[in-house]
Protein backbone atom coordinates (compact mmCIF):
# COMPACT_ATOMS: atom_id res chain seq x y z
CA UNK A 1 0.00 0.00 0.00
CA UNK A 2 1.47 3.45 0.58
CA UNK A 3 5.12 3.76 1.85
CA UNK A 4 6.87 5.96 3.78
CA UNK A 5 11.16 6.89 3.76
CA UNK A 6 12.12 9.52 5.64
CA UNK A 7 16.16 10.48 6.00
CA UNK A 8 17.67 12.14 8.72
CA UNK A 9 21.89 12.69 8.84
CA UNK A 10 24.54 13.20 5.60
CA UNK A 11 23.56 15.41 2.85
CA UNK A 12 22.04 12.77 0.62
CA UNK A 13 18.72 13.12 1.84
CA UNK A 14 17.29 12.83 -1.53
CA UNK A 15 19.44 10.30 -3.20
CA UNK A 16 18.52 7.57 -0.11
CA UNK A 17 14.59 8.56 -0.58
CA UNK A 18 15.02 7.48 -4.10
CA UNK A 19 16.11 4.29 -3.36
CA UNK A 20 14.21 3.35 -0.75
CA UNK A 21 10.92 4.94 -2.85
CA UNK A 22 12.29 2.40 -5.31
CA UNK A 23 12.00 -0.58 -3.11
CA UNK A 24 8.63 -0.13 -2.11
CA UNK A 25 7.53 0.08 -5.54
CA UNK A 26 6.04 -3.60 -6.01
CA UNK A 27 3.69 -2.56 -2.91
CA UNK A 28 1.13 -0.65 -5.31
CA UNK A 29 1.30 3.41 -5.69
CA UNK A 30 -0.52 6.14 -7.94
CA UNK A 31 2.23 8.71 -7.12
CA UNK A 32 4.82 9.82 -5.36
CA UNK A 33 6.51 12.40 -3.47
CA UNK A 34 9.15 14.12 -1.14
CA UNK A 35 9.86 17.38 1.10
CA UNK A 36 13.39 17.82 2.05
CA UNK A 37 14.36 20.97 3.97
CA UNK A 38 16.76 23.11 1.95
CA UNK A 39 17.74 26.80 3.24
CA UNK A 40 15.25 27.41 6.09
CA UNK A 41 12.53 25.93 4.26
CA UNK A 42 10.57 22.81 3.54
CA UNK A 43 10.56 22.29 -0.22
CA UNK A 44 8.48 19.69 -1.77
CA UNK A 45 8.28 17.83 -5.02
CA UNK A 46 5.04 15.41 -6.09
CA UNK A 47 4.17 13.51 -9.21
CA UNK A 48 1.75 11.56 -10.18
CA UNK A 49 2.38 7.79 -11.59
CA UNK A 50 6.06 5.91 -10.81
CA UNK A 51 8.66 6.95 -8.48
CA UNK A 52 10.87 7.53 -12.36
CA UNK A 53 8.31 11.11 -12.69
CA UNK A 54 9.07 12.01 -9.05
CA UNK A 55 12.89 11.24 -10.03
CA UNK A 56 13.04 13.26 -12.95
CA UNK A 57 11.35 16.40 -11.61
CA UNK A 58 14.15 15.95 -8.45
CA UNK A 59 16.86 15.99 -11.35
CA UNK A 60 20.68 15.88 -9.97
CA UNK A 61 20.10 18.04 -6.65
CA UNK A 62 20.30 14.74 -4.66
CA UNK A 63 21.55 16.82 -0.87
CA UNK A 64 19.60 17.45 1.56
CA UNK A 65 20.37 16.41 5.02
CA UNK A 66 16.60 16.20 6.48
CA UNK A 67 13.86 14.54 3.86
CA UNK A 68 10.46 12.74 4.69
CA UNK A 69 9.11 10.94 0.87
CA UNK A 70 6.12 8.44 -0.02
CA UNK A 71 4.27 6.92 -2.06
CA UNK A 72 0.37 7.18 -2.25
CA UNK A 73 -2.54 4.60 -2.63
CA UNK A 74 -5.45 6.71 -2.55
CA UNK A 75 -8.11 6.22 -0.43
CA UNK A 76 -9.09 10.19 0.42
CA UNK A 77 -9.47 12.26 -3.17
CA UNK A 78 -8.44 11.75 -6.57
CA UNK A 79 -5.09 10.73 -7.91
CA UNK A 80 -3.37 14.19 -8.63
CA UNK A 81 -0.38 15.75 -7.29
CA UNK A 82 -1.99 18.31 -5.17
CA UNK A 83 -3.67 14.62 -3.14
CA UNK A 84 0.22 13.26 -3.30
CA UNK A 85 2.33 13.23 -0.19
CA UNK A 86 4.20 14.92 1.72
CA UNK A 87 1.24 17.44 2.58
CA UNK A 88 2.63 21.04 4.22
CA UNK A 89 0.41 23.15 6.63
CA UNK A 90 -1.22 26.18 5.36
CA UNK A 91 1.64 28.21 7.67
CA UNK A 92 4.20 26.23 5.58
CA UNK A 93 5.70 24.91 8.88
CA UNK A 94 5.04 21.32 8.82
CA UNK A 95 5.67 18.64 6.45
CA UNK A 96 4.01 15.22 6.63
CA UNK A 97 4.10 12.21 4.73
CA UNK A 98 1.36 9.68 6.40
CA UNK A 99 -0.08 5.64 5.72
CA UNK A 100 -3.72 4.87 7.18
CA UNK A 101 -7.12 6.29 7.15
CA UNK A 102 -7.84 9.09 10.12
CA UNK A 103 -11.45 8.91 10.20
CA UNK A 104 -12.60 12.43 12.15
CA UNK A 105 -10.25 14.49 9.41
CA UNK A 106 -13.77 16.20 8.84
CA UNK A 107 -14.09 17.77 12.33
CA UNK A 108 -10.32 18.45 12.83
CA UNK A 109 -10.80 20.24 8.78
CA UNK A 110 -13.73 22.71 10.44
CA UNK A 111 -12.19 23.09 13.42
CA UNK A 112 -8.99 24.39 11.49
CA UNK A 113 -10.65 26.47 9.25
CA UNK A 114 -12.61 28.16 12.09
CA UNK A 115 -8.33 29.00 13.12
CA UNK A 116 -7.11 30.63 9.80
CA UNK A 117 -5.06 27.30 8.60
CA UNK A 118 -6.31 26.53 4.89
CA UNK A 119 -6.76 23.39 2.35
CA UNK A 120 -5.25 22.70 -0.98
CA UNK A 121 -5.93 18.60 -0.74
CA UNK A 122 -8.91 16.54 -0.61
CA UNK A 123 -7.05 14.13 1.53
CA UNK A 124 -7.52 13.40 5.04
CA UNK A 125 -3.32 13.97 5.90
CA UNK A 126 -3.76 17.67 5.41
CA UNK A 127 -5.90 17.68 8.26
CA UNK A 128 -3.32 16.55 10.55
CA UNK A 129 -0.02 18.55 8.88
CA UNK A 130 -2.50 22.00 9.85
CA UNK A 131 -3.33 20.31 13.30
CA UNK A 132 0.29 19.55 13.90
CA UNK A 133 1.36 23.39 12.80
CA UNK A 134 -1.89 24.64 15.16
CA UNK A 135 -0.57 22.86 18.15
CA UNK A 136 3.06 23.94 17.08
CA UNK A 137 1.92 27.71 17.21
CA UNK A 138 0.29 27.36 20.61
CA UNK A 139 2.87 25.66 22.61
CA UNK A 140 5.19 27.20 25.00
CA UNK A 141 8.81 27.03 24.90
CA UNK A 142 9.02 25.19 27.75
CA UNK A 143 12.55 24.28 29.29
CA UNK A 144 13.04 20.59 29.30
CA UNK A 145 10.09 19.96 26.71
CA UNK A 146 10.76 19.58 22.94
CA UNK A 147 8.03 22.01 21.11
CA UNK A 148 7.61 19.83 18.15
CA UNK A 149 7.73 16.66 19.55
CA UNK A 150 4.86 17.61 21.99
CA UNK A 151 3.07 19.27 19.08
CA UNK A 152 2.79 16.03 17.06
CA UNK A 153 2.30 14.16 20.56
CA UNK A 154 -0.65 16.24 21.47
CA UNK A 155 -2.20 16.07 17.75
CA UNK A 156 -2.14 12.23 17.95
CA UNK A 157 -4.38 12.28 20.89
CA UNK A 158 -7.24 13.91 19.25
CA UNK A 159 -6.84 11.39 15.95
CA UNK A 160 -9.25 8.49 15.44
CA UNK A 161 -8.16 6.01 12.92
CA UNK A 162 -4.32 4.42 11.72
CA UNK A 163 -1.87 6.23 10.87
CA UNK A 164 2.00 5.83 9.93
CA UNK A 165 3.90 9.07 9.77
CA UNK A 166 6.84 10.45 9.44
CA UNK A 167 6.97 14.77 9.72
CA UNK A 168 9.57 17.55 9.88
CA UNK A 169 9.18 21.12 10.81
CA UNK A 170 10.92 24.02 8.80
CA UNK A 171 12.23 25.65 12.72
CA UNK A 172 13.98 22.05 13.62
CA UNK A 173 16.31 20.86 10.78
CA UNK A 174 18.20 18.34 12.96
CA UNK A 175 14.65 16.27 14.10
CA UNK A 176 12.70 13.73 11.77
CA UNK A 177 9.52 12.68 13.89
CA UNK A 178 7.56 9.33 12.94
CA UNK A 179 4.63 7.71 15.12
CA UNK A 180 2.62 4.70 14.47
CA UNK A 181 -0.91 3.44 15.27
CA UNK A 182 -2.09 0.15 12.85
CA UNK A 183 -0.11 1.08 10.20
CA UNK A 184 3.94 -0.58 10.26
CA UNK A 185 6.47 2.13 11.21
CA UNK A 186 10.05 1.05 11.28
CA UNK A 187 13.43 2.67 12.60
CA UNK A 188 16.50 2.37 10.78
CA UNK A 189 19.69 3.26 12.72
CA UNK A 190 22.60 4.32 10.87
CA UNK A 191 25.89 5.66 11.58
CA UNK A 192 25.82 9.84 11.58
CA UNK A 193 22.46 8.80 9.96
CA UNK A 194 18.89 7.50 11.00
CA UNK A 195 15.98 6.67 8.78
CA UNK A 196 12.44 6.07 9.17
CA UNK A 197 10.25 3.50 6.97
CA UNK A 198 7.10 1.69 6.80
CA UNK A 199 8.87 -1.63 5.40
CA UNK A 200 12.31 -2.92 6.44
CA UNK A 201 13.06 -3.78 2.53
CA UNK A 202 13.58 0.29 2.11
CA UNK A 203 15.86 0.35 4.57
CA UNK A 204 18.33 -2.34 3.95
CA UNK A 205 19.94 -0.08 1.26
CA UNK A 206 21.53 1.74 4.50
CA UNK A 207 21.47 -0.65 7.30
CA UNK A 208 20.32 -4.04 8.96
CA UNK A 209 19.98 -2.20 12.29
CA UNK A 210 16.50 -1.62 13.40
CA UNK A 211 13.81 -0.90 15.51
CA UNK A 212 10.17 -1.90 15.15
CA UNK A 213 8.07 0.64 16.56
CA UNK A 214 4.71 -0.57 18.09
CA UNK A 215 1.19 1.28 17.87
CA UNK A 216 0.97 4.52 19.61
CA UNK A 217 4.54 5.03 19.80
CA UNK A 218 6.65 8.24 18.75
CA UNK A 219 10.48 8.16 17.66
CA UNK A 220 12.07 11.44 17.82
CA UNK A 221 15.62 10.87 15.75
CA UNK A 222 18.10 13.23 15.46
CA UNK A 223 21.48 12.23 12.73
CA UNK A 224 23.33 10.34 16.23
CA UNK A 225 20.80 9.49 18.45
CA UNK A 226 16.40 8.46 18.41
CA UNK A 227 14.30 8.18 21.56
CA UNK A 228 11.05 6.35 21.61
CA UNK A 229 8.13 7.46 23.77
CA UNK A 230 4.43 6.96 23.48
CA UNK A 231 1.55 9.13 22.40
CA UNK A 232 0.80 10.18 26.47
CA UNK A 233 4.79 10.54 26.57
CA UNK A 234 5.71 7.22 28.75
CA UNK A 235 9.25 5.81 28.32
CA UNK A 236 10.20 3.49 26.15
CA UNK A 237 12.83 1.00 25.80
CA UNK A 238 14.06 0.10 22.62
CA UNK A 239 14.66 -3.45 20.86
CA UNK A 240 17.05 -3.44 18.34
CA UNK A 241 17.02 -6.49 16.23
CA UNK A 242 19.61 -7.04 13.08
CA UNK A 243 17.84 -7.77 9.82
CA UNK A 244 18.79 -10.50 8.35
CA UNK A 245 17.97 -9.65 4.04
CA UNK A 246 19.69 -11.14 1.47
CA UNK A 247 19.35 -7.58 -1.32
CA UNK A 248 20.10 -9.95 -4.29
CA UNK A 249 16.04 -11.87 -3.44
CA UNK A 250 14.40 -8.06 -4.25
CA UNK A 251 15.97 -8.20 -7.23
CA UNK A 252 14.76 -9.31 -10.61
CA UNK A 253 18.13 -11.14 -12.07
CA UNK A 254 17.47 -12.69 -15.75
CA UNK A 255 13.78 -13.05 -15.24
CA UNK A 256 11.34 -10.67 -17.01
CA UNK A 257 9.17 -10.06 -13.68
CA UNK A 258 8.92 -10.33 -10.43
CA UNK A 259 5.63 -12.84 -11.02
CA UNK A 260 7.72 -14.83 -13.05
CA UNK A 261 10.61 -15.35 -11.05
CA UNK A 262 8.73 -16.25 -8.00
CA UNK A 263 6.74 -18.89 -10.10
CA UNK A 264 10.52 -20.60 -11.11
CA UNK A 265 11.74 -19.78 -7.23
CA UNK A 266 9.06 -22.13 -5.74
CA UNK A 267 10.89 -25.76 -5.87
CA UNK A 268 13.70 -23.30 -3.50
CA UNK A 269 10.81 -21.57 -1.21
CA UNK A 270 9.46 -25.10 -0.70
CA UNK A 271 12.93 -26.59 0.58
CA UNK A 272 13.58 -23.38 2.48
CA UNK A 273 9.98 -24.11 4.19
CA UNK A 274 10.35 -27.29 5.20
CA UNK A 275 14.29 -27.30 6.06
CA UNK A 276 15.14 -28.68 9.04
CA UNK A 277 11.13 -29.00 10.60
CA UNK A 278 10.85 -32.81 10.52
CA UNK A 279 11.78 -35.51 13.42
CA UNK A 280 14.84 -37.39 13.26
CA UNK A 281 12.36 -40.77 12.57
CA UNK A 282 10.77 -38.96 9.49
CA UNK A 283 7.58 -39.73 10.83
CA UNK A 284 6.53 -36.03 11.94
CA UNK A 285 6.98 -32.05 11.48
CA UNK A 286 8.91 -29.95 14.13
CA UNK A 287 7.67 -26.62 14.59
CA UNK A 288 10.35 -24.44 17.10
CA UNK A 289 7.96 -21.32 17.15
CA UNK A 290 4.53 -22.56 18.21
CA UNK A 291 5.00 -22.39 21.78
CA UNK A 292 2.55 -25.00 23.06
CA UNK A 293 3.18 -28.13 24.17
CA UNK A 294 2.23 -31.42 22.67
CA UNK A 295 -0.47 -31.58 25.88
CA UNK A 296 -1.22 -28.05 25.17
CA UNK A 297 -2.00 -29.02 21.69
CA UNK A 298 -3.98 -32.19 22.76
CA UNK A 299 -6.59 -29.64 24.26
CA UNK A 300 -7.21 -27.90 21.54
CA UNK A 301 -10.85 -29.02 20.15
CA UNK A 302 -11.43 -26.69 17.04
CA UNK A 303 -9.06 -24.48 15.05
CA UNK A 304 -10.02 -21.09 13.58
CA UNK A 305 -7.98 -20.00 10.63
CA UNK A 306 -8.18 -16.15 9.80
CA UNK A 307 -6.87 -14.52 6.66
CA UNK A 308 -7.93 -12.03 3.69
CA UNK A 309 -7.36 -12.76 -0.12
CA UNK A 310 -4.99 -15.80 -1.33
CA UNK A 311 -3.91 -16.30 2.76
CA UNK A 312 -7.79 -16.90 3.13
CA UNK A 313 -7.37 -19.56 0.07
CA UNK A 314 -4.67 -21.17 1.59
CA UNK A 315 -7.04 -21.46 4.93
CA UNK A 316 -9.22 -23.68 3.01
CA UNK A 317 -6.75 -25.77 2.19
CA UNK A 318 -5.73 -26.13 5.78
CA UNK A 319 -9.55 -26.80 6.73
CA UNK A 320 -9.61 -29.80 4.58
CA UNK A 321 -5.98 -31.43 5.79
CA UNK A 322 -6.51 -30.94 9.25
CA UNK A 323 -9.94 -32.02 9.03
CA UNK A 324 -8.58 -35.12 7.28
CA UNK A 325 -5.31 -36.26 8.79
CA UNK A 326 -5.70 -34.50 12.13
CA UNK A 327 -9.17 -34.55 12.85
CA UNK A 328 -9.71 -31.68 14.05
CA UNK A 329 -12.68 -29.54 13.26
CA UNK A 330 -11.91 -26.17 11.52
CA UNK A 331 -13.20 -22.92 10.91
CA UNK A 332 -12.27 -20.50 8.03
CA UNK A 333 -13.51 -17.23 8.05
CA UNK A 334 -12.52 -13.76 6.44
CA UNK A 335 -10.73 -12.04 8.58
CA UNK A 336 -12.49 -8.21 7.70
CA UNK A 337 -15.77 -9.86 8.50
CA UNK A 338 -14.75 -11.67 12.14
CA UNK A 339 -13.22 -8.63 13.14
CA UNK A 340 -16.76 -7.15 13.32
CA UNK A 341 -19.23 -10.82 13.66
CA UNK A 342 -18.34 -11.29 17.32
CA UNK A 343 -18.61 -14.87 16.23
CA UNK A 344 -19.08 -17.46 19.38
CA UNK A 345 -16.14 -19.52 19.81
CA UNK A 346 -15.52 -22.29 21.90
CA UNK A 347 -12.62 -22.24 24.80
CA UNK A 348 -10.75 -24.55 23.27
CA UNK A 349 -10.22 -23.27 19.89
CA UNK A 350 -6.84 -21.94 18.62
CA UNK A 351 -6.52 -18.93 15.87
CA UNK A 352 -4.54 -19.11 13.63
CA UNK A 353 -3.71 -16.35 10.92
CA UNK A 354 -2.10 -16.79 7.45
CA UNK A 355 -0.65 -13.31 6.22
CA UNK A 356 2.55 -13.01 3.65
CA UNK A 357 3.26 -9.62 4.52
CA UNK A 358 2.06 -10.26 8.26
CA UNK A 359 0.75 -6.25 8.08
CA UNK A 360 -2.89 -7.24 6.44
CA UNK A 361 -4.76 -4.41 8.69
CA UNK A 362 -8.27 -7.14 8.99
CA UNK A 363 -6.47 -9.48 9.84
CA UNK A 364 -4.33 -7.67 12.31
CA UNK A 365 -7.38 -6.17 13.66
CA UNK A 366 -9.14 -9.85 13.72
CA UNK A 367 -6.47 -11.66 15.80
CA UNK A 368 -6.01 -8.95 17.95
CA UNK A 369 -10.20 -9.49 18.77
CA UNK A 370 -9.02 -13.37 19.33
CA UNK A 371 -6.42 -12.04 21.64
CA UNK A 372 -8.78 -9.59 23.73
CA UNK A 373 -10.93 -12.74 23.54
CA UNK A 374 -8.49 -14.31 25.10
CA UNK A 375 -7.64 -17.43 22.44
CA UNK A 376 -4.34 -18.33 21.78
CA UNK A 377 -3.55 -16.67 18.26
CA UNK A 378 -0.36 -18.22 16.54
CA UNK A 379 0.16 -16.98 12.42
CA UNK A 380 2.12 -18.36 9.15
CA UNK A 381 4.17 -15.24 7.87
CA UNK A 382 6.47 -14.54 5.43
CA UNK A 383 8.25 -11.63 7.20
CA UNK A 384 10.26 -11.37 10.18
CA UNK A 385 9.26 -8.80 12.67
CA UNK A 386 5.97 -8.14 11.00
CA UNK A 387 2.96 -6.59 12.97
CA UNK A 388 1.33 -9.87 12.93
CA UNK A 389 4.71 -11.55 13.70
CA UNK A 390 4.98 -10.11 16.83
CA UNK A 391 1.67 -10.09 18.22
CA UNK A 392 0.50 -14.03 18.03
CA UNK A 393 1.76 -15.86 20.54
CA UNK A 394 3.79 -18.26 18.28
CA UNK A 395 3.82 -19.05 14.58
CA UNK A 396 5.35 -20.66 11.82
CA UNK A 397 8.06 -18.32 9.32
CA UNK A 398 7.52 -19.31 5.76
CA UNK A 399 11.27 -18.17 4.81
CA UNK A 400 9.91 -17.91 1.52
CA UNK A 401 12.02 -14.98 0.82
CA UNK A 402 10.46 -11.45 -0.18
CA UNK A 403 7.48 -11.61 -2.90
CA UNK A 404 7.72 -8.73 -4.50
CA UNK A 405 4.62 -9.63 -7.39
CA UNK A 406 1.63 -8.25 -6.21
CA UNK A 407 0.02 -11.40 -6.94
CA UNK A 408 0.80 -14.20 -4.82
CA UNK A 409 2.78 -17.36 -6.12
CA UNK A 410 5.43 -18.78 -3.86
CA UNK A 411 3.90 -17.16 -0.68
CA UNK A 412 0.85 -19.22 -1.77
CA UNK A 413 2.29 -22.36 -2.21
CA UNK A 414 4.95 -22.37 1.02
CA UNK A 415 1.45 -21.38 3.37
CA UNK A 416 0.24 -24.46 2.18
CA UNK A 417 2.89 -26.66 2.15
CA UNK A 418 3.11 -25.44 6.08
CA UNK A 419 -0.49 -26.13 6.63
CA UNK A 420 -0.44 -29.47 5.27
CA UNK A 421 3.39 -29.86 7.60
CA UNK A 422 0.86 -28.62 10.72
CA UNK A 423 -2.28 -31.28 9.69
CA UNK A 424 0.92 -33.56 10.34
CA UNK A 425 2.12 -32.24 13.43
CA UNK A 426 -1.23 -32.52 14.87
CA UNK A 427 -2.15 -36.00 13.13
CA UNK A 428 0.67 -37.66 14.66
CA UNK A 429 -0.67 -36.29 17.88
CA UNK A 430 -3.89 -38.05 17.47
CA UNK A 431 -4.46 -40.93 15.30
CA UNK A 432 -2.54 -40.75 12.08
CA UNK A 433 0.12 -43.52 12.38
CA UNK A 434 4.21 -44.05 12.12
CA UNK A 435 3.46 -45.44 8.72
CA UNK A 436 1.24 -42.80 7.15
CA UNK A 437 3.55 -40.05 8.83
CA UNK A 438 6.51 -41.33 7.15
CA UNK A 439 4.57 -41.46 3.65
CA UNK A 440 3.68 -38.04 4.16
CA UNK A 441 7.19 -36.83 4.93
CA UNK A 442 8.40 -38.55 1.89
CA UNK A 443 5.90 -36.65 -0.06
CA UNK A 444 6.87 -33.70 1.04
CA UNK A 445 10.39 -34.21 0.35
CA UNK A 446 9.29 -35.26 -3.41
CA UNK A 447 7.69 -31.77 -3.43
CA UNK A 448 10.31 -29.30 -4.67
CA UNK A 449 11.60 -31.75 -7.41
CA UNK A 450 7.98 -32.22 -8.88
CA UNK A 451 7.14 -28.80 -8.91
CA UNK A 452 10.85 -28.37 -11.49
CA UNK A 453 8.94 -31.38 -13.36
CA UNK A 454 5.73 -29.03 -13.88
CA UNK A 455 7.50 -25.91 -14.52
CA UNK A 456 9.18 -27.65 -17.24
CA UNK A 457 5.75 -27.16 -18.90
CA UNK A 458 5.92 -23.52 -19.03
CA UNK A 459 6.19 -23.33 -22.97
CA UNK A 460 3.07 -26.17 -23.29
CA UNK A 461 1.10 -23.57 -21.07
CA UNK A 462 2.31 -20.53 -22.82
CA UNK A 463 1.07 -21.83 -25.91
CA UNK A 464 -2.19 -22.84 -24.56
CA UNK A 465 -2.37 -19.48 -22.74
CA UNK A 466 -2.24 -17.72 -26.40
CA UNK A 467 -5.22 -19.83 -27.03
CA UNK A 468 -7.33 -18.83 -24.87
CA UNK A 469 -6.19 -15.04 -23.85
CA UNK A 470 -9.46 -13.26 -25.77
CA UNK A 471 -11.59 -14.71 -23.83
CA UNK A 472 -13.52 -12.37 -21.33
CA UNK A 473 -15.06 -15.07 -18.93
CA UNK A 474 -13.53 -18.18 -17.22
CA UNK A 475 -14.39 -20.37 -14.81
CA UNK A 476 -12.13 -22.18 -12.47
CA UNK A 477 -13.83 -25.76 -11.67
CA UNK A 478 -12.53 -28.26 -8.69
CA UNK A 479 -13.74 -30.61 -5.87
CA UNK A 480 -12.44 -31.41 -2.25
CA UNK A 481 -8.87 -30.13 -1.80
CA UNK A 482 -9.00 -28.75 -5.46
CA UNK A 483 -11.96 -26.37 -4.45
CA UNK A 484 -9.55 -23.48 -3.02
CA UNK A 485 -6.89 -24.21 -6.15
CA UNK A 486 -9.86 -23.44 -8.46
CA UNK A 487 -11.08 -20.45 -6.20
CA UNK A 488 -7.06 -19.42 -6.24
CA UNK A 489 -6.52 -20.10 -9.87
CA UNK A 490 -10.01 -17.51 -10.60
CA UNK A 491 -8.08 -14.57 -8.45
CA UNK A 492 -5.05 -14.83 -10.06
CA UNK A 493 -6.40 -14.86 -13.50
CA UNK A 494 -8.74 -11.80 -12.61
CA UNK A 495 -6.31 -9.54 -10.37
CA UNK A 496 -3.52 -9.70 -13.45
CA UNK A 497 -5.22 -10.46 -16.37
CA UNK A 498 -8.91 -8.31 -15.43
CA UNK A 499 -10.46 -11.47 -17.34
CA UNK A 500 -13.72 -12.12 -15.24
CA UNK A 501 -13.04 -15.72 -13.52
CA UNK A 502 -14.60 -17.43 -11.03
CA UNK A 503 -13.84 -20.63 -8.89
CA UNK A 504 -16.36 -22.83 -7.62
CA UNK A 505 -16.51 -27.16 -6.53
CA UNK A 506 -17.38 -28.70 -9.90
CA UNK A 507 -20.79 -29.69 -8.80
CA UNK A 508 -22.05 -26.66 -7.89
CA UNK A 509 -22.06 -25.82 -11.77
CA UNK A 510 -25.07 -27.21 -11.98
CA UNK A 511 -26.80 -24.91 -9.19
CA UNK A 512 -26.04 -21.57 -11.01
CA UNK A 513 -22.71 -20.92 -13.08
CA UNK A 514 -23.93 -23.50 -15.60
CA UNK A 515 -25.91 -20.37 -16.88
CA UNK A 516 -22.15 -18.80 -17.69
CA UNK A 517 -21.00 -21.69 -20.35
CA UNK A 518 -20.81 -21.03 -23.94
CA UNK A 519 -18.54 -20.87 -26.53
CA UNK A 520 -16.98 -17.81 -24.86
CA UNK A 521 -16.92 -19.11 -21.77
CA UNK A 522 -13.94 -21.83 -20.88
CA UNK A 523 -13.73 -23.62 -18.03
CA UNK A 524 -10.44 -25.23 -16.53
CA UNK A 525 -10.90 -27.98 -14.64
CA UNK A 526 -8.67 -28.95 -11.96
CA UNK A 527 -8.92 -33.14 -11.61
CA UNK A 528 -6.97 -35.53 -9.45
CA UNK A 529 -7.48 -39.53 -9.21
CA UNK A 530 -10.01 -40.91 -6.66
CA UNK A 531 -13.31 -41.31 -5.80
CA UNK A 532 -14.48 -37.93 -7.04
CA UNK A 533 -12.84 -38.68 -10.33
CA UNK A 534 -15.92 -39.51 -12.25
CA UNK A 535 -17.66 -37.26 -10.70
CA UNK A 536 -15.82 -34.82 -12.20
CA UNK A 537 -16.09 -36.06 -15.47
CA UNK A 538 -19.27 -36.07 -15.42
CA UNK A 539 -19.22 -32.08 -14.37
CA UNK A 540 -16.74 -32.11 -17.97
CA UNK A 541 -19.45 -33.48 -19.97
CA UNK A 542 -21.58 -30.69 -18.92
CA UNK A 543 -19.71 -28.07 -19.85
CA UNK A 544 -18.80 -29.63 -23.13
CA UNK A 545 -22.48 -30.21 -23.78
CA UNK A 546 -22.71 -26.69 -23.95
CA UNK A 547 -19.80 -25.88 -26.38
CA UNK A 548 -17.64 -24.58 -23.45
CA UNK A 549 -14.19 -25.32 -24.07
CA UNK A 550 -12.00 -26.91 -20.87
CA UNK A 551 -8.67 -26.94 -20.40
CA UNK A 552 -7.67 -29.66 -17.77
CA UNK A 553 -5.10 -29.58 -15.07
CA UNK A 554 -4.83 -33.44 -14.18
CA UNK A 555 -2.96 -35.97 -12.00
CA UNK A 556 -0.87 -38.11 -14.33
CA UNK A 557 -3.46 -41.01 -13.27
CA UNK A 558 -6.17 -39.46 -14.32
CA UNK A 559 -8.28 -40.93 -17.41
CA UNK A 560 -9.26 -38.07 -19.67
CA UNK A 561 -11.53 -39.42 -23.11
CA UNK A 562 -9.76 -36.98 -25.68
CA UNK A 563 -12.75 -36.07 -26.56
CA UNK A 564 -13.89 -34.28 -24.02
CA UNK A 565 -11.07 -32.09 -23.19
CA UNK A 566 -9.22 -29.34 -24.90
CA UNK A 567 -6.22 -28.83 -23.86
CA UNK A 568 -4.35 -31.09 -20.70
CA UNK A 569 -1.46 -29.97 -18.29
CA UNK A 570 -0.21 -32.80 -16.15
CA UNK A 571 1.03 -33.04 -12.87
CA UNK A 572 3.13 -35.85 -11.47
CA UNK A 573 0.94 -38.48 -9.44
CA UNK A 574 1.88 -37.60 -5.73
CA UNK A 575 0.37 -38.05 -2.11
CA UNK A 576 -2.97 -36.15 -1.94
CA UNK A 577 -1.37 -34.15 0.49
CA UNK A 578 0.93 -32.06 -1.74
CA UNK A 579 -1.46 -32.59 -4.58
CA UNK A 580 -2.82 -28.80 -4.09
CA UNK A 581 0.79 -27.41 -4.65
CA UNK A 582 1.21 -29.39 -7.26
CA UNK A 583 -2.00 -28.21 -9.00
CA UNK A 584 -1.32 -24.21 -8.18
CA UNK A 585 1.87 -24.13 -10.35
CA UNK A 586 0.17 -24.71 -13.74
CA UNK A 587 -2.91 -22.44 -12.97
CA UNK A 588 -0.35 -19.75 -11.81
CA UNK A 589 1.55 -20.56 -15.09
CA UNK A 590 -1.28 -20.27 -17.41
CA UNK A 591 -2.77 -16.70 -15.37
CA UNK A 592 0.71 -15.24 -15.60
CA UNK A 593 0.81 -16.11 -19.59
CA UNK A 594 -2.59 -14.47 -20.56
CA UNK A 595 -1.57 -11.76 -18.68
CA UNK A 596 1.29 -10.99 -20.66
CA UNK A 597 -0.86 -12.46 -24.19
CA UNK A 598 -2.81 -9.20 -22.69
CA UNK A 599 0.05 -6.92 -22.51
CA UNK A 600 -0.89 -6.43 -18.80
CA UNK A 601 1.68 -5.57 -16.21
CA UNK A 602 2.03 -8.75 -13.90
CA UNK A 603 3.82 -7.11 -10.93
CA UNK A 604 1.55 -3.87 -10.61
CA UNK A 605 -2.05 -5.00 -11.96
CA UNK A 606 -4.09 -1.69 -11.73
CA UNK A 607 -5.96 -0.76 -8.12
CA UNK A 608 -3.86 -3.97 -6.21
CA UNK A 609 -1.64 -3.01 -3.55
CA UNK A 610 0.84 -5.81 -2.26
CA UNK A 611 -0.22 -5.16 1.34
CA UNK A 612 -3.19 -3.91 2.52
CA UNK A 613 -2.52 -1.62 5.57
CA UNK A 614 -6.30 0.29 5.44
CA UNK A 615 -9.91 -0.96 5.70
C1 LIG B 1 -2.82 -12.15 -3.66
O1 LIG B 1 -2.51 -12.39 -4.99
C2 LIG B 1 -3.35 -10.90 -3.30
N1 LIG B 1 -3.01 -9.82 -4.09
C3 LIG B 1 -4.07 -10.67 -1.99
O2 LIG B 1 -5.27 -11.36 -2.08
C4 LIG B 1 -3.34 -11.08 -0.69
O3 LIG B 1 -3.20 -12.46 -0.63
C5 LIG B 1 -4.13 -10.55 0.52
O4 LIG B 1 -4.20 -9.16 0.45
C6 LIG B 1 -3.56 -10.99 1.84
O5 LIG B 1 -2.27 -10.52 2.02
P1 LIG B 1 -1.33 -11.07 3.16
O6 LIG B 1 -1.06 -12.50 2.88
O7 LIG B 1 -0.11 -10.22 3.10
O8 LIG B 1 -2.08 -10.90 4.46
Known amino acids: MCGIVGYIGKDRAASVMLDG?????????????????????????????????????????????????HTRWATHGDVTEANAH????????????????????????????GKGYTFKSDTDTEALANLIAYHYAKEPETKGKNRFLESVRKSLTHVEGTFGIAVICKDNPDELIGARRGSPLIVGLGKGE????????????????????????VVHLRPDDFNITTITSANVEAVIQQVDWDTSA???GDYTSFMEKEIFEQPASLENGMRGRFSDDGSTALFGGLNLSPQELLGVDRILFLACGTAWHACLVAEYLIERFARIPVEVEYASEFRYRNAPLDKNTLVFAISQSGETIDT??????????????????????????????????????PEIGVASTKAFTSQIMLCAMVALYLGRLRDLSFTDGTKIVKALKALPDQV????????????????????????????????????????????????????????????????????????????????IFKKSLANIQEVKARKGAVICVASADCELPDDLIDEVIRVPECHEIVQPILMSIPVQLLSYHIALQRGCDVDKPRNLAKSVTVE
Do not use: W
Not at 90 to 107: P, Q
Not at 197 to 205: E, G, K, P
Not at 365 to 391: C, D, M, P, Q, Y
Open 21 to 69: LKRLEYRGYDSSGMATYRDGALQSIRRTGRVAELESAVGEDLGGELGIS
Open 86 to 113: PHTSSDDTIAIVHNGVIENHLGMKNFLT
Open 194 to 217: NLLASDVSALTHCTTNVVYLNDNE
Open 250 to 252: AEL
Open 364 to 401: LAALREAKRKGFRTLAINNSVGSTIARETDGGIYQHAG
Open 452 to 531: REVLKQNEKIEAIAKKYAHYEDCLFLGRQLMFPIALEGALKLKEISYIHAEGYPAAEMKHGPIALISKDCPSVFLTTSGE
